[in-house]
């Protein structure tokens, strides 16, 4: 799907016309993946657009960024200000918002230090991504053959451009067997996540999903349906799973700001339990569209732009 173009982008602290916000093709970013971002969606609803989980992923963007040593000229406040002011000067309803941090131009060679530390923010309408069905329908994926980033590596608990490199190694395998989207295992073999989305299982009632320590990114959508699952009353376990796990799982989704709450219908050709979306990830789908549609909003995770 092509980028349908927006009014404004922000940058370095300004809102400039979609077309002026471009960088040097010198960049650091640009010859060695050094950039932060967070993926970010904002809802329609009665009371105009609501951002979700605003807070938690401003704190991932940060903590992503001392991890790589990188000194944001902007605080959270500032942050926060310039997203909802893009919103509006897009005049979006809804949209995705993708904050990026990365290093510019200065001087070329690994060294990132002397390179300038720039952000924007872009937002955009994304649609259902995983398809318009898989919502409702689920989704075919594989295993992946790549593994996910291995500990003291790349650090996946930041957000970082580079790990996205591993993501797409997985994403173009995936669609060139015939899949939309892979699951990558961690290098102990254990089951990780998908190239831009958290897993998770349900076997005999029980609710599965991969620890922190399993090579995952820290899913803000993760969490929030641990969050509601908790509160629906099922125990969630987060611990290691082996691969033969999810061939065996009643049912097996994916959760992602993009992906929102997918269900996964087979996994290496392999049926998970009636090939369609289980009871239980539809539970957690209208717990969760019920807030992001702002018709309930009981933890506070919404933030309305007007
Ligand atoms: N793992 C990975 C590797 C990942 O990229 C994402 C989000 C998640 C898990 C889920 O995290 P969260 O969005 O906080 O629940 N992937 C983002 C980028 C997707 C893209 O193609 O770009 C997203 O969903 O915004």
Known sequence: MALEKEAKIWFNGKLVDWDEAKIHVLSHVLHYGSSIF?????YKTEKGPAI???????L???????????ELPYSREEIKQAIIDTIKANNLEECYIRPLVFRGYDSLGV????CPVEMVIATWKWGRYLGEDAIEKGVAVKVSSWNRMAPNTF??????GG??????????????????????LDTFGYVSEGGGENIFLVLEGKIYTPPLYASILPGITRDSVITLAKDLGYEVKEELIPREMLYIADEVFFTGTAAEISPINSIDKIKIGGGGRGPITKELQEAFF????GKEDKYGWL???K
């Open 290 to 293: 019920r807030i992001t549609s």
């Open 52 to 58: 979700f989980r605003l807070k938690a992923h401003l």
């Open 303 to 305: 933030t309305f732009v």
């Open 163 to 184: 790990n996205y490199i591993n993501s797409q190694l997985m994403k173009m395998e995936a669609i060139s067997d015939g899949y939309s989207e892979a699951i990558a």
């Open 38 to 42: 967070e993926g970010i969606r904002c």
């Open 155 to 160: 650090p996946f608990l930041a957000k970082l």
């Open 111 to 114: 060294n990132p230090y002397p």
């Open 60 to 70: 991932r963007m940060l903590r992503s960024c001392k991890i790589y040593r990188i």
